[in-house]
């Protein structure tokens, strides 16, 4: 099993470009959720999706969409991406929302907007 | 709103020595705590699970503890080496994974 995959693992993008980031799991986990990562701030939640074709808002939402479309693929966009978005994103997945089943994460897309 | 804090946010000790790390919560409604090593420009691995019923796990040198009541966890790491050098992450489950900002260990020879 391949666990989480993420791509692209690197990307550079002009203030207003738009781009989409592929997250992927292999291990038939119902939930599924993007985080960001900065420095001194930890990580925190974009959006999360309990099953295919769900989405929700997470803490930070603003500025980012989603799609879950295939159960083993969740998808992130900037639609017009800002200074503000440059960060490491993280994806994660797993079994239930419960609270025996643990998050497993992918290799992160460290993406920096110039 | 739950807010998670890991204290020291960096620590530094020779190779053989037991350390603990700290991290506590302000809200003690949590369904579980989950601890993550994050090796440098690399993706977080769970390392242990410890469910709200429970007061602690162990695996291999590592054992970490629950105590709901007063907010806290430890992540107790014996005998430590210098492959355990890297950011260590505590997160509590409140039906939403929250973080804390981490603690990066450096272990030296």
């Known amino acids: 099993n391949a666990g989480v995959t993420q791509t692209p693992k690197f990307r550079v993008l002009k203030t207003g470009q738009s781009m989409t980031l592929l997250c992927a799991q292999d291990?038939?986990?119902?939930?599924m959720y993007w985080y960001r990562q900065d420095p001194g701030m930890g990580l925190r939640l974009i959006h999360y999706?309990?099953?295919?074709?769900?989405?929700a808002k997470g803490e930070v939402p603003d500025g980012y969409n989603v799609s879950r479309l295939k159960k083993q693929n969740f998808l992130l966009g900037l639609e017009s991406a800002a200074p503000s978005q440059t960060s490491v994103y993280f994806c994660?997945?797993?079994?239930?929302?419960?609270?025996?089943?643990?998050?497993?994460f992918g290799p992160g897309t460290r993406l920096t907007v110039t | 709103k739950q807010e998670v804090t890991q204290i020291p946010a960096a620590l530094s000790v020779p190779e053989g020595e037991n350390l603990v790390l700290n991290c506590s919560f302000t809200?003690?409604?949590?369904?579980?705590l989950q601890w993550f090593r994050q090796d440098p420009g690399k993706g977080l691995t769970s390392l242990l699970l410890?469910?709200?019923?429970?007061r602690e796990q162990t695996s291999g040198r590592l054992n970490a503890s629950l105590d709901k009541s007063s907010g806290r966890s430890t992540l107790y790491i014996a005998a430590s080496q210098p492959g355990d050098s890297a950011t260590y992450l505590c997160?509590?489950?409140?039906?939403?994974?929250?973080f804390g900002t981490g603690t990066r260990l450096q272990v030296f020879p």
């Open positions: 994660a997945s797993s079994y239930s929302g419960t609270a025996i089943y643990e998050q497993y």
């Open positions: 997160a509590v489950n409140t039906d939403k994974l929250i």
């Open positions: 291990m038939n986990h119902e939930y």
């Open positions: 809200d003690s409604a949590i369904y579980n």
């Open positions: 410890i469910q709200s019923s429970q």
């Open positions: 999706s309990v099953g295919e074709g769900t989405t």
